[in-house]
Structures are given as structure tokens and as C-alpha cells.
């Protein structure tokens, strides 16, 4: 078995630090996706760090490459990103991994949205995000992630 993850948001637009949406705990998914038997195709763009443990990271594809790797996995895994939309259109579910944004107004209802908790929504959903700080606290624990993916297979 074989899954996308991609795991970052772009950086903020006017500070460029890393997003408040990028989950945290990448490292212990892949390890216990792998220990499931699935590959796991990090997509990302220059720059970004290669999660360890990744059978390959696959960085600046066109969209055109995306949708041909995307018909060619099983599922998918995501930060709250671009990908989730891009997923979404072509009809393959996956899920994603949200903190600070709601996934009621960002998520799309036929992914597998993760949340912790709703008490770690920002107030204002459609505000910049350079405002935010982050929080490791919360986002949902790897146990979580993969509990959720062991119901999905």
C-alpha cells in the first residue's frame, strides 16, 4: 500500500515563518504507517525538510505530475493545505490533520478531518495567519492519526 503525505503549509506571507498549521509529529506517522506495511510519497516543495523515513520526496511537481501520483495511491495523508483541495477535486479521499483552523468551514466532509479539540480554534478563522503562534498542543497525537488510518483500511 502506498499514500501521499504532504505535510507542510506554506510559510507565513509576511514573516515567512513556518505555518501554525504544520503538524508537528510527522516522523512517528511514517514510522507506524511503515510498520503498517504502507509507503509512504512525501510531495513538498524546495526547501522543505524530508520527513524521516519517507520512501521518496518528490518536491515541485507540476499539478499535472500530482494527479497522476494521486490516481496511483492509495489514500492520502495532509496538513490543512492546498492538497486537501486539490485531492478533494479529483475525488480521492483522504484525511487531514487540523489544529487551529476548522475544519466545518476548511475541511471537506468526505476526508477524514482530524481534529483535537475545538477549544484550539483561532477566533478569527479568515484572519492572516502571521498573527497566530504556534501550537503543538493542538494537534492530534500520532496514536490518533493512526488509529484513524487502521479504521480507513
Request: hydrophobic content about 40%.
Amino acid at each position: 500500500m502506498t499514500i501521499i503525505i504532504s505535510p507542510y503549509s506554506r510559510p507565513t506571507v509576511t514573516d515567512f515563518k513556518p505555518s501554525p498549521k504544520n503538524y508537528p509529529y510527522w516522523e512517528e506517522v511514517v514510522k507506524g504507517l511503515k510498520k503498517m506495511k504502507i509507503d509512504c510519497i512525501q510531495i513538498g516543495l524546495d526547501g522543505e525538510q524530508e520527513i524521516k523515513g519517507v520512501k521518496s520526496f518528490l518536491r515541485g511537481l507540476s499539478f499535472a505530475d500530482i494527479r497522476l501520483l494521486l490516481d496511483r495511491v492509495d489514500f492520502w495523508i495532509s496538513a490543512d493545505n492546498f492538497f486537501q483541495h486539490f485531492a478533494h477535486y479529483y475525488g480521492k479521499k483522504g484525511f487531514v490533520i487540523f489544529a487551529l483552523s476548522d475544519p466545518k468551514i476548511f475541511g471537506w466532509e468526505d476526508n477524514i478531518n482530524l481534529l483535537k479539540d475545538r477549544k484550539y480554534l483561532r477566533a478569527e478563522q479568515f484572519n492572516f495567519w502571521t498573527s497566530d503562534l504556534y501550537n503543538n498542543e493542538a494537534f492530534v497525537s500520532p496514536k490518533e492519526v493512526l488509529k484513524a488510518v487502521k479504521k480507513f483500511i
